[in-house]
């Protein structure tokens, strides 16, 4: 299995390209836009390719971002169904534990 990327990293990549803001993308992750810009440099890095392109008016997916996008964002939304369902069966159970005396 090839080495995946810091979930914080696609997580940051998705909220900008998903916002078209580094700034939006900061506040609905908690972060600082220079935290969020450092996050989407570094996955940039790591696959070797321009996820974004920037200009004085904002940003904008790249082709491979888009393409990127497209399979993360679905992975992503995948994991966040995957954990709802499991935390709406959590809370619906219960489990007792006794001692066999």
């Known amino acids: 299995m090839a080495a995946l ?12 390209a998903r916002r078209r803001s580094f700034v939006l993308a900061a506040a609905e992750l908690h972060l600082t836009a220079s935290a969020i810009s450092h ?4 996955l940039e890095s790591q ?20 393409r990127y996008l497209e399979r993360v964002g679905g992975a ?3 994991i966040g169904a995957a ?16 001692a066999p005396s």
Do not use: K, M, W
């Open 47 to 66: 696959l070797g390719v321009r996820l974004f392109e920037r200009s004085a008016h904002g940003v904008r997916l790249s082709d491979a971002g888009g």
């Open 5 to 16: 990327p810091p979930i914080t990293n696609l997580q940051a990549f998705e909220a900008v």
């Open 76 to 78: 992503l939304s995948a």
């Open 83 to 98: 954990t709802d369902d499991l935390r709406q069966g959590l809370s619906n159970s219960l489990y007792v534990h006794s």
């Open 39 to 42: 996050q989407v440099a570094r």
